[in-house]
């Protein structure tokens, strides 16, 4: 005995508490089951990518803070590295060191806000999401100390970073990094044993490892299904070759294995934020860059791990003071294109915390 | 009320009331018991179930549209109610004495556990037949 | 012989003191019955107005400070005029009705949907003497206004004219009758063991043996705490109105005072839930004689509250569960326990009973046996229904090196 039903199609967004942002999905339901998602992205674009045509090298730099707002320290070093690499310029290794410094307390930063939010998706009214501000305050008072702004940072320019760090920012990064161990242990205590958030997001948004290659998954949801890829040792950039850490990988490619992916990420950037505080070396942060930048004609593809995956950039210079073509890979963007494998055959709740898991920014997705 | 209302589910909300007005017929005869037991059952799951029921039927049936059969129906009706009621009033009714008012709780467990305590059995197998149905009809295969 | 009818101690003493007044002054019968009722139903809807004002304050600085944040702060010293503030909001927004909406049906919803939630404390026993209608079949009488408050739901859900608020309500429903029965079965192990329906009667039962109830039905304690959560429509099991869900629940065409009421009957509900685990599981108005002292209706209150503590921290702490997940605890978690613990307590009253033991060997061994019996139980039940989420580690694996090929390079196996 069957009841005829009709599938229903169902807006998700772009006005939702959940949706992170300015996003929408049309799911079509059958009963509670998704048996189609789609996405409508491009509630947010700002055309940034013809913007960037018409001004310099330098001036673009700020365009990178407002793509992903969440983690703009990454986006200044993918940005930099990629026109110091067309325009062959060196950085010092002060610079270097300070900037994979920033690029990691960025990342603690990010992934608080990211698990907050996740766990705020299962239900939890925002008690772990305000637990984990407490550390993201933190670093963005050691951001504000050092350049000014909490969020839209401009801090790492081409050739370095803009300033050097002040007297009292040493002791209070130090003041972070010994208080950081007990809080992710009491993070570990509440959250990651949690029976709850287990039911909720375990075998929900499983992502097999052959999609999330085929798909060019990066970041944590690659590493959530089982495979070691991080671009920080297979593609060194900066001084992360003298860096010393490890690669957490997940079990099954669950939304709980990237939950404790994110979670081990932060202690591993804790580690490599200890490293460059004992080897921070002395001497000039910047390059002399010329005031007007020309790089010689040519295009360039740099990659750096952000903590939302792969953040690209693919420059091409006609040898002018404005780049010819700016484009960005952006992370956020290609691991949507697998949202509608990930979504078909679960419940709408389901596919809220799947959302939520994926870690999606929507700045960067449409720039 | 429930006879003339045109909205299916105003009928079955209707219907609810009048549960709840049977409930207290049944407090004013002194069965304490079976009044909130009537509220329980009836009124909070089996009303539910009336609810479901008339969920799933077609959207066009469910508004009462008349038919040709109504003034047969009310005449009929109207005889029946008239029987009833001639009957009642001739009846030589025998007025219970006002006892006092015992608890009917522990009289009615008492008497479903030793003289019908069969009929309470088979009760309880019926229900977990009726439970077994259930889950077969609604299991994805 | 009365007491004193200024002894505070007992509300209930004023009033007798008054009905044996108006009896001698030769009023009838139901003229003196009248007169108390009434006093009685205004002590209530003083207490329940307040309480509705209050707990939205207590509810939200809670959990502010649960949530390493200090709550509403700003209007009035502590916030404490921020309730007003919201109802003043509430009043002065515009009430929509949508037009295809069933106007009778969707105007009476909030209303009938009070009626339970205030039924509920007629038969509280507030104190020795203060029980409004001290019903003999009281325990029965709690449940069947909970079963109606399900009716209320879909009333509303259905008239809204909303396939969303449908969705919501019918998930509701579901929720709720399936959680009547782990409360049923929960009350039952109580009502086994004191031997009577009537709340009052419970609270003497535990005087009379001079313990509270909690320390000899933990397991109904849990049990009831559970699914009254559940009832409630409260965290962990708040899918009605959950905010992150996409069928936004039964209520989301009210707006305006319908939906105040909403809230309101939300939060009395969860004050009639606190107050019964209160008067049946930690005592009622006694307590270990402090009630010669201490006026019993404030102790009572007072350990409303801390029940009610309890819910809030449940709301703070816990993720959501779905509600496939639900039903699966109602059913195959909640329901069993119940069972187990209803056949326990008819055991050992058995044994009390019939052998005619005394309560003083008979009663702590029962109550060290129930407490170790529903830890065994619980612990049990868990580790069977998350086995499944057990398999896999629940800490990720750190990999020195990366372990997929480089572009370029000879795919090695």
């Known amino acids: 005995m069957s009841i005829k039903t009709e599938p229903m199609v169902v807006n998700i967004g772009p006005q939702h508490p959940s949706t992170h942002g300015v996003f929408r999905m049309r799911v079509t339901l059958d009963g509670e089951r998704i048996t189609d998602a789609e996405m409508v992205v491009g509630y947010l674009h700002r055309s940034m990518e013809k913007l960037a045509e018409e001004r310099t090298w330098t001036q673009n730099i700020p365009f990178t803070d407002r793509m992903d707002y969440l983690a703009a320290m990454t986006g200044n070093l993918s940005y930099c590295l990629a026109v110091e690499k067309l325009a062959g310029i060196d950085v010092p290794e002060r610079g270097q060191y300070l900037r994979v410094l920033f690029a990691e307390l960025q990342r603690i930063a990010s992934h608080a806000m990211a698990n907050g939010t996740f766990v705020n998706d299962c239900g939890a009214w925002q008690t772990p999401l305000f637990y984990m501000f407490r550390e993201r305050e933190k670093i963005l008072d050691l951001f504000e100390m050092v350049c000014g702004a909490r969020l839209t940072l401009n801090y790492i320019r081409i050739g370095g970073v803009a300033f050097d760090l002040p007297d009292e920012f040493m002791p209070q990064l130090q003041a972070l990094v010994d208080e950081l161990p007990d809080r992710m242990d009491e993070y570990d205590s509440l959250l990651l044993d949690n029976e709850i958030l287990l039911m909720r997001s375990r075998d929900v948004g499983i992502v097999s490892p052959e999609l999330a290659m085929n798909a060019s998954l990066t970041g944590p949801m690659l590493r959530g299904s089982g495979i070691a890829w991080d671009i920080r040792k297979a593609d060194p950039y900066c001084v992360y070759d003298r860096m010393d850490f490890d690669i ?79 484009h960005v890979r952006s992370p956020s963007l290609i691991n949507l294109s697998a949202l509608r494998e990930m979504m078909v055959g679960q419940t709408v709740a389901d596919a809220i915390v799947t959302l939520g898991s994926i870690d999606i920014n929507v700045g960067e997705v449409d720039r | 009320m429930i006879i003339v209302v045109r909205n299916l589910m105003h009928a079955v909300l209707l219907l609810i009331l009048s549960f709840v007005g049977m409930a207290g017929l049944f407090i004013t005869l002194s069965a304490d018991f079976v009044g909130v037991v009537q509220v329980l059952i009836y009124a909070g799951a089996i009303a539910v179930l009336m609810i479901f029921a008339v969920m799933l039927t077609p959207r066009a049936a469910r508004d009462n549209a008349g038919n040709a059969l109504q003034l047969p129906a009310l005449v009929l009706s109207g005889l029946l109610t008239a029987g009833v009621i001639f009957v009642v009033l001739q009846t030589e009714w025998r007025e219970a004495s006002r006892g006092s008012f015992d608890t009917t709780a522990a009289s009615i467990g008492d008497a479903l556990l030793t003289p019908f305590a069969l009929p309470f059995e088979i009760a309880s197998v019926l229900l977990v037949v009726a439970m077994i149905g259930a889950i077969l009809l609604v299991r994805e295969e | ?404 090929p480089l572009p370029g390079e000879p795919a090695t196996a």
Not at chain 1, 263 to 283: N, V
Request: net charge neutral.
């Open chain 1, 248 to 326: 957490p990988v997940g079990h099954q490619g669950d939304c709980y294995d990237r939950f404790l992916v994110r979670m081990a990420e932060i202690r591993q950037s804790l580690r490599i934020i200890k490293q460059a505080m004992a080897q921070l070396p002395p001497g000039p942060f910047a390059a002399q860059v010329p005031l007007s930048l020309r790089p010689p004609a040519g295009e360039i593809y740099s990659r750096i791990e952000s903590p939302k995956g792969e953040l690209g950039f693919y420059l091409v210079s006609d040898g002018g003071p404005t780049p010819f073509r700016w």
């Open chain 3, 1 to 404: 012989m009365l007491a004193r009818w200024y002894d505070f101690r007992d509300l209930g003493n004023g009033v007798a003191r008054m009905a044996q007044a108006l009896r001698d002054a030769g009023a009838p019968d139901g003229v003196v019955y009248a007169l108390t009722a009434l006093a009685g139903c205004l002590g209530i809807l003083i207490f329940v107005g307040l309480t509705a004002i209050v707990n939205i304050w207590v509810e939200r600085r809670l959990i502010g400070r649960m949530q390493v944040r200090r709550g509403p702060n700003r209007l009035g010293p502590w916030g404490l005029l921020q309730p007003v503030a919201d109802a003043i909001k509430l009043i002065q927004k515009e009430v929509l009705t949508p037009r295809a909406a069933d106007g009778t049906v969707f105007a009476l919803a909030p209303i009938l949907i009070f009626v339970p939630a205030m039924l509920a404390f007629a038969v509280l026993p507030w104190g020795e003497k203060m029980v409004l209608a001290d019903l003999n079949v009281g325990v029965l009488y709690l449940l069947a206004l909970g079963s109606t408050s399900a009716i209320m739901v879909f009333m509303a859900g259905y008239a809204s004219n909303n396939k969303y608020a449908l969705l919501g309500a019918m998930r509701v429903i579901a929720m709720l009758i399936s959680y009547e029965i782990p409360s049923v079965l929960a009350l039952l192990g109580v009502v086994v063991f004191a031997g009577t329906m009537q709340l009052s009667g419970i609270v003497q039962f535990q005087d009379f043996y001079w313990s509270w109830l909690i320390f000899f039905q933990p397991l109904a304690f849990l049990i009831f705490l559970l699914a009254s959560t559940a009832e409630l429509n409260r965290s962990p099991a708040d899918i009605a109105e959950a905010e992150s869900e996409i069928v936004a629940g039964y209520h989301i065409e009210y707006s305006g005072m319908k939906f105040g009421l909403f809230y309101a009957v939300e939060l009395v509900n969860s004050m009639s839930v606190s107050a019964v685990i209160a008067a049946l599981f930690l005592g009622g108005w006694w307590t270990f004689g402090l009630e010669e002292f201490v006026p019993g209706w404030m102790i009572f209150i007072g350990k409303l509250y801390a029940v009610y503590f309890l819910l809030i921290w449940f709301r703070g702490t816990l993720p959501r569960f779905r509600i496939d997940q639900l039903m699966a605890l109602a059913w195959k978690g909640l329901l069993p326990l119940g069972l187990a613990n209803v056949l326990l307590s008819a055991l050992e009253v058995l044994i009390w009973q019939e052998y005619d033991v005394s309560a003083g060997i008979v009663l702590p061994i029962f109550a060290v046996v129930n407490f170790v019996l529903a830890g065994v139980l619980l612990v049990a039940f868990m580790r069977v229904m998350t086995r499944s989420f057990e398999r896999l580690p629940k800490r990720a694996r750190l990999v020195p090196d990366i372990s997929v």
